[in-house]
């Protein structure tokens, strides 16, 4: 279903259309193409997965062996992805990969990082991304070339997101600290700094509203703060359950209007930013979701845990089954 003008009840009416449940392990991270209907995942069986979800089909699986999968994210091209690693970061240095789907070939390695990579973003409008450590430094890249273009060293695990635009980006730190970058001259230092009064927790994830008004920021006990991005005042705050060794994810809606976030008693919620009240709460039989994202131009949202799923307004259909058949598997890049 393409994107409407979402309400209350279109996102009431949201359940799930279709399910993935060959996973070997826990899903790690989810990632939509800007402007294909494609999505992206990487999981704990150190595979990287296409889908096609207009279709909710699987276009293809490719296994990562040497390095493992955490952090994805597209490029611009529908079949370039940057991952993060999960192996022999200290003996390799190979933090950071640029691979191509369509051949399974590595195109660049990205060395730098001392410690997992736990946040990842490309930019809107060229080849630049970032990447946020828990060696305690964000990185800038480009992916033309392997040197790394900068690096900011912080005091805490980051948090990295582009605005919708690409001309200003976001690094969030324990004690919800958020200091805002102008992409351009962020060698300059932040030109503006926020401070969530009050939590003191690391932040697992921050991310901007498609129209820059708001940020959303969740930290590593399960609370969630939406933020007027000019002048960094609270607007509203949701506190969930705790959820132990399991990060969860918050997601807005295309529109901005709506936050949707999992749990750690394993629901979904789904809360009215504009007037601050919660329109909807899901149980779910896949436990803990770990990651949660809006489509970009579709009334669709994931949801995983080691377990996808997909969720659209409900029209009385069952469930879809997953498509294993369309899996195009391959042998891992030498």
């Known amino acids: 279903m393409s994107l409407t003008e979402l309400d209350d009840g279109i996102v009431r009416r949201m359940a799930i259309g279709a399910v993935f449940s060959d996973f070997g392990g826990k899903i790690h991270s989810v990632g939509f193409h800007r402007t294909d209907d494609l999505l992206v995942t990487s999981s704990e069986d150190d595979s990287l997965r296409l889908f096609d979800i207009a279709n909710a089909k699987q276009l293809k699986i490719t296994y990562h062996k040497k390095h493992g999968t955490d952090r994805v994210c597209f490029t611009h091209h529908p079949s370039s992805l940057i991952c993060s690693s999960r192996y022999n970061l200290e003996s390799t240095g190979e933090s950071l990969r640029y691979l191509s789907m369509y051949d399974n070939r590595i195109l660049r390695y990205f060395k730098g990082h001392k410690d997992r990579v736990v946040s990842l973003c490309m930019s809107p409008i060229n080849d630049s991304f970032m990447s946020g450590s828990l060696d305690k430094s964000v990185r800038l890249w480009d992916l033309r070339v392997n040197a790394c273009q900068g690096i900011l060293h912080l005091r805490g695990r980051p948090a990295v997101a582009y605005d919708q635009q690409g001309l200003v980006f976001a690094i969030a730190m324990e004690g919800g600290a958020v200091k805002l970058f102008d992409s351009r001259c962020y060698d300059k230092g932040p030109f503006d700094t926020f401070l969530v009064g009050g939590d003191t927790a690391e932040v697992n994830d921050i991310k901007f509203s498609n129209d820059g008004k708001s940020m959303l920021l969740t930290t590593t006990n399960n609370n969630i703060y939406v933020l007027d991005a000019y002048r960094g005042e609270k607007k509203c705050g949701f506190s969930l359950e705790p959820s ?91």
Request: net charge negative; with cysteine.
């Open 244 to 334: 132990q060794g399991t990060s969860i994810e918050a997601t807005f809606t295309p529109d901005g209007k709506y936050v949707l976030s999992g749990s750690g008693d394993g629901t979904l919620h789904a809360w009215n930013i504009e007037n601050p009240s919660e329109v909807a709460r899901w149980e779910n039989n896949i436990g803990v979701v770990s990651c949660l994202k809006w489509a970009p131009r579709r009334a669709m949202f994931v949801a995983a845990s080691t377990v996808l799923t997909f969720w659209i307004p409900n029209d009385g259909e069952p469930p879809v089954p997953a498509d294993r058949s369309a899996a195009d598997q391959q042998p891992p890049p030498q």
